[in-house]
């Protein structure tokens, strides 16, 4: 009875050593002394005790490598770029991904070096930053080509940082500083020129309503002067008599106009009744002088024969 239970108790433990699970997503490679036998799928698997055994497990997730690359630029800058690439194991070439590669990860990282030192040196620093989209699409079409011999399929490659030296760094922001105080300053200058220009048209504008407004103010006392000595006319008073009389008028008007204003200046004129008579005198003098300028300047000259 004794020897019957050992017996069952091994068998057991051999059974049940035989027996393992599979995660999912994951897949397990199995030997037999030493070698390759089968694969395994998620599950519940079993496998003959101390002859076959799991040599390994292959997960058939998505996986991420971040790989940070440095490297220099045609106009001689170093810049360290983080590069990740996304790739996972291809269904059906599990052999290949098991027993190819000792070390994916440093075979990928490697292939990425390659790359990255081959397309960047092309480029100046500008163009990396403007170009990183051009540098992921040759890494992914490169590497993809690459590890497809080995079961790997490469999904996607990404440039997700771009850091140059701090000194460059440093320099790039004056750089871009120094160009916007410059579009700075060519907008203040557009702005004064605009300024003054609707300023000069401004003041331009109302030189020239003022200068109307003159007119028209003189326009309308030459009507007044003359309706003013219509009316003394008919009254019979002459001509003389009337101009003199709106002179003095005038003369009146002024003074009272300059006492008005306590910050006004003081004009003292004759105030004598001759004065005006005499001031009207001069000014008719002087009009019909000017005639006579203009008269003789208009009469053809007879020449001598």
Known sequence: MIGTYIIIFVAVV????????????????IERFGKFQSTRNAGLQLKIPLIDKVAG???LRVQQLDVIVETKTQDDVFVHLKISVQFLIRQ??????????????????????DVVRAEVPKMILDDVFEKKEEIALAIQRDLKQAMLEYGYDII????????????????????????????????????QRILIVERAKAEAESKRLQGKGIADQRREIARGL???????????INSQEASALIVITQHY?????????????????????????????DMVTSLVAA?????????????KK
């Open 156 to 191: 996607k490659a990404l440039v997700t940082d771009i850091d140059p030296d701090e000194n460059v760094k440093i320099a790039m922001n004056r750089i871009n500083a120094a160009d916007r105080e410059k579009i700075a300053a060519q907008h203040e200058g557009d702005a």
């Open 14 to 29: 051999l059974i049940a050593s035989g027996l393992f699970t599979v995660k999912q997503q994951t897949i397990a490679v």
């Open 92 to 113: 059906g070439h599990v052999y290949d991904a098991f027993y190819k590669l000792q070390n994916p990860h440093e075979q990928i990282t490697a292939f990425i070096f």
């Open 253 to 281: 008007d002024t003074l009272q106009s300059i006492g008005s204003d306590t910050k006004s200046n003081l004009i003292l004129l004759p105030n004598n009744p001759n004065a005006a008579s005499s001031m009207l005198n």
């Open 291 to 303: 005639n006579k300028i203009n008269e003789s300047d208009l009469t053809p000259k007879k020449t």
């Open 57 to 59: 497990r292959v997960s």
């Open 226 to 236: 003359e309706e003013s000595v219509d009316v003394l006319n008919n009254a019979g």
